[in-house]
């Protein structure tokens, strides 16, 4: 049986209590972040730590985000810890920014996927922040069926894993919407695995030049260092299309990609933001902070609508935009129309 803990109207330190001790029993707690839910377990227990892997289906060597909340905390999880760090966690933590680092000894090796660096965030949410004070450190990756979009919502978390967790905390709609900006630290140069909730070009301005890992841009790679580098992800069960390139070039295609799917019977599915004719509509917003928050929404609500196929509209690569267009790329296996 899976409890659902209502958080929505704030912080409850008793309830919070509660998710904390089924941590310290080496039970699963999804829990909100500022970024997206996490499926949570304590970070330094094999056994639990293995049981995220088999509740989502996540293959073994795709490493784990360790979320913490006291600086003080990184000490105990990494064997080194750089300028770099110590300046961007000064900066931006809490918030939603991954630092891969190499790990202590006590950190086991399924929470790494068996890597010998380990990915630590301090999450900038009140209730995920309370919850790991009142456990441990807790090894969190997204709280979604391995390869399927990343939650949102209670609502989603609930949809996949009710009444296979011990605990869901409900404290409303994430804020940010896409998964933190992973950096790794661990090799010569800081080096961009995953873009996310905090735009890369914030980070450069404290420690200069970040490299960008080619796996962003949807190069293939044999070793996963961080979540959303090998395997397929945020996909839902219909067909996505990315139309990119100018905007009015964009808007016309997407209008004839609609008539020519519906004209072979199929239901179509646009996410966009601007209005489209369509069989599901799902307005994105006009910022791209809009988008990022909307994204993984409007996948899972198309995908409940039951389209065939869903097409979706290109952003700018720019701050979140970088993000944005590394999930909706992933979500579609890389099916890709520039005009």
């Known amino acids: 049986m899976t409890v659902v803990i209502n958080m929505r109207e704030g912080l409850d330190e008793r309830k919070i209590k509660v998710a904390g001790r089924f941590i310290l029993e080496g039970k699963l707690v999804a829990f909100p972040t500022e970024t997206v839910y996490g499926l949570g377990a304590d970070a330094l227990n094999e056994k639990a730590v293995r049981r995220i892997f088999e509740a989502k289906g996540r293959p073994a060597d795709n490493p784990l985000i360790v979320h913490i909340a006291d600086f003080n905390d990184l000490k105990k999880l990494a ?28 950190v086991p090796l399924v929470t790494t996927g068996g890597l010998d660096t380990v990915a630590v965030r301090m999450p900038a949410h009140e209730i995920a922040l309370a919850l790991i004070r009142a456990s441990k450190p807790v090894a969190a990756p997204s709280a979604n069926i391995s390869g399927k979009p990343s939650p949102t919502l209670a609502e989603h978390v609930i949809d996949d894993f009710y009444g296979r967790i011990e605990a869901i905390v409900d404290g409303g709609e994430t804020r940010i919407g896409v998964e ?16 996310g909730g905090l735009p890369v070009e914030e980070i450069e301005k404290v420690i200069g030049p970040v490299e960008i890992h080619p796996a962003v841009k949807g190069k293939a790679v044999d070793l996963a260092k961080a979540p959303g580098m090998k395997y397929k992800h945020y996909s839902p069960n219909a067909q996505v ?10 808007r016309e295609k997407i209008k004839k990609l609609v008539k020519g799917y519906r004209s072979m019977g199929y239901r179509v ?14 307005y994105l917003g006009k910022t791209v902070e809009d988008v990022a928050k909307n994204l993984f929404k409007a996948l899972r609500e198309l995908d409940r609508q039951g389209v065939d196929v869903i097409i979706a509209e290109g952003v700018e690569e720019r701050g979140l935009g970088l993000a944005v267009m590394n999930r909706l790329r992933k979500a579609s296996g890389y099916q890709i129309i520039r005009v």
Request: no cysteine; charged share 35%; aromatic share 8%.
């Open 241 to 250: 299309l990315v139309v990119e390139g100018p905007k009015e070039r964009v």
């Open 180 to 195: 933190s900006t992973v950096i790794d630290l661990s090799s010569e140069r800081p080096t961009l695995l995953r873009p």
């Open 79 to 106: 064997r080194e810890i750089p300028r770099e760090a110590k300046l961007l966690a000064d900066r931006f933590w809490p918030g939603p920014l991954t630092l891969v680092l190499p790990k202590k000894e006590e």
């Open 269 to 282: 599915g646009v996410m966009a933001t601007e209005e489209f004719e369509a069989d599901e509509f799902f």
